[in-house]
């Protein structure tokens, strides 16, 4: 009884010291969100502002671009997957590697060659242990990604995009990762960035089109369309593979939240489960000396 007493009470200090980690994880994760949504939320209005201004060099010229058109010279395609760079997130880097995994499958069944690209430590530790080639990983910043880690990103998937080498170039772009909807609803998204589709230019919608395109002013480019095109496109790409980063960073902190809110809520469970066999285990040792006093009492009075 003794023996089993004192592994029951060195459960529930073991079981202590990871509620004070749970614990801890939770406050800092609970800390860190509300920047993380402010920054996903800021993006919004100049990713908006960049749409807007290509449409308008598409509402008055010809949108030919190579960042807008298709490649036919590969079928290489790229995939870029968003992943946490730590656990203890629940299943939010399960779910981002199954969504790669059959876009990957899909791809593969439409004759496709697969590129993989890694941001998080998670995602490339996931396909280095099955031995899937990784053509760049970037790690470290997956719940703060930097300014110098998105321009990184964006620079090299353009940089494939655009190589003309069809060894080494790709003919698409498609982002997984998580968006963020609110603290407790967060959805993996496979998104294609590349070839771009401008969806804020305007479209045909009926009688409603002449009166939307009359609200356009008119623009005069200089030096020419192609020059404002080569200037936007690129940063429209990073502020789509931005505003990507940041919503998969705010999903990765209310994952890590909520996961270990639930971590903390077990670990309390466990601690009374424990308390309650030690009890037991104490009232059953109590027990046991009296009937063991009682009974050396009664066997020196019979005697």
Do not use: C
């Amino acid at each position: 009884m003794g023996g089993n007493q004192r592994i029951y009470k060195q459960k529930i200090s073991s079981t202590q010291t990871l509620k004070k980690v749970f614990r801890a994880m939770e406050l800092i994760a609970a800390s860190r969100i509300g920047r993380a949504r402010r920054y996903a939320d800021q993006s919004g209005p100049y990713e908006k502002a960049l749409s807007q201004a290509v449409a308008a060099v598409a509402l008055h010229g010809e949108l030919h671009h190579p960042l807008t058109s298709e490649r036919t010279d590969t079928n290489r395609v790229a995939v870029l997957t968003v992943t946490s760079d730590r656990g203890m997130a629940g299943a939010y880097s399960a779910n981002i590697l199954r969504e790669t995994e059959r876009l990957v499958e899909k791809l593969v069944a439409q004759g496709a060659d697969p590129v993989l690209f890694a941001s998080g430590r998670r995602a490339g530790s996931y396909f280095r242990f099955r031995d899937r080639e990784l053509e760049k990983t970037w790690e470290g910043e997956s719940d703060a990604p930097s300014v110098e880690l998105i321009h990184d990103i964006a620079d090299t998937v353009l940089d494939y995009f655009l190589d003309p080498d069809p060894a080494r170039g790709v003919s698409k772009l498609y982002l997984v990762f998580t968006r963020f909807k609110n603290l407790v609803v967060q959805v993996p998204e496979v998104r294609q960035m590349l070839p771009l589709t401008v969806v804020d230019a305007p479209e045909s919608e009926g009688e409603s089109e002449p009166q939307e395109r009359d609200l356009y002013p008119l623009y005069e480019f200089e030096p020419d369309e192609g020059a404002v095109l080569d200037a936007l496109l690129p940063l429209y790409v990073e502020s789509r593979i931005r505003n990507a980063l940041l919503q998969a960073a705010a999903s990765e902190l209310a994952s890590r939240q909520r996961a270990m809110h639930t971590a903390t809520e077990n670990a309390d469970e466990i601690i009374t489960d424990y308390t309650r066999m030690a009890n037991a285990a104490r009232q059953g040792e109590i027990t046991q000396e009296i009937t063991e006093i009682v009974s050396g009492a009664d066997a020196l009075s019979n005697g």
